[in-house]
């Protein structure tokens, strides 16, 4: 099993909401990541944790708030997001440090309106 | 910073080999990727290829590296219409900590016609 499962698959938020999103995998990953796509561009990294701690914050705005509650499951939380937030949120996992693949998951398409 | 550069369009007849290209500029790189997008979809690991290699082979792919050119290409043998994608060239730049923070390039999509 190579897969990373995220939900929900789209996602439209108001400015004033919260919600979360979630990333799933049972490949006994230690390390997991938040990648953002905006349209026609490449992902860019956001968040990166190790054995469930953060190792990584690209200086991503507080409105995000990563979770890693254990050691297969990754959320990520929103509040207060803006319209120019609005993308494909891609979730990744890898082995852990030193390992040469990462495996993406199918992305959450976020619209904030 | 790592820079990660590729050409954004290319289209190609069914049957045609592609020929995917991307320059790079960390010479110290470790690994160079290649991962395929669909349309709406996530990214699908398609190879990697390690500094020390100058070619990789894995059916119809095949992925050339040049290190002193800082060169990496991607070659799809036979195109067919489902390889119609946008396809990111990456680097694993050694300054990641061990973690895939991967750069990416900006993509090329590739279109096949019959």
């Known amino acids: 099993d190579t897969e990373v499962t995220q939900t929900p698959k789209h996602l439209v938020m108001g400015m004033t909401n919260k919600k979360s999103l979630k990333c799933e995998q049972h490949?006994?990953?230690?390390?997991m990541y938040w990648y953002k796509q905006k349209a026609k561009k490449p992902p860019e990294l956001m968040f990166v944790?190790?054995?469930?701690?953060?190792?990584i914050n690209e200086s991503v705005p507080s409105r995000f708030s990563p979770e890693c509650p254990n050691s297969s499951l990754l959320n990520l939380h929103l509040h207060a997001l803006q319209p120019e937030d609005s993308a494909l949120y891609l979730c990744?996992?890898?082995?852990?440090?030193?390992?040469?693949?990462?495996?993406f998951g199918q992305g959450t398409r976020l619209t904030v309106v | 910073g790592e820079d990660v550069e590729q050409s954004l369009f290319l289209s190609v007849r069914e049957g045609d080999s592609s020929v995917i290209n991307c320059t790079y500029t960390?010479?110290?790189?470790?690994?160079l990727y290649w991962y395929k997008q669909e349309p709406g979809a996530g990214l699908q690991l398609l190879t990697y290829?390690?500094?020390?290699?100058d070619m990789k082979q894995d059916q119809r792919l095949t992925v050339l590296l040049n290190k002193k050119d800082k060169h990496l290409s991607l070659r799809i043998a036979d195109t067919q219409t489902g390889d119609s994608a946008i396809y990111f060239c990456?680097?694993?730049?050694?300054?990641?900590?061990?973690?895939?923070?991967?750069?990416f390039g900006a993509g090329t999509r590739l279109a096949v016609h019959p």
């Open positions: 990744a996992s890898s082995q852990g440090q030193g390992d040469t693949e990462a495996f």
């Open positions: 490949m006994g990953h230690r390390a």
């Open positions: 944790y190790s054995y469930e701690k953060l190792s």
């Open positions: 960390d010479s110290s790189s470790t690994y």
């Open positions: 290829i390690f500094s020390n290699m």
């Open positions: 990456a680097d694993y730049p050694p300054f990641s900590g061990g973690y895939n923070k991967l750069i």
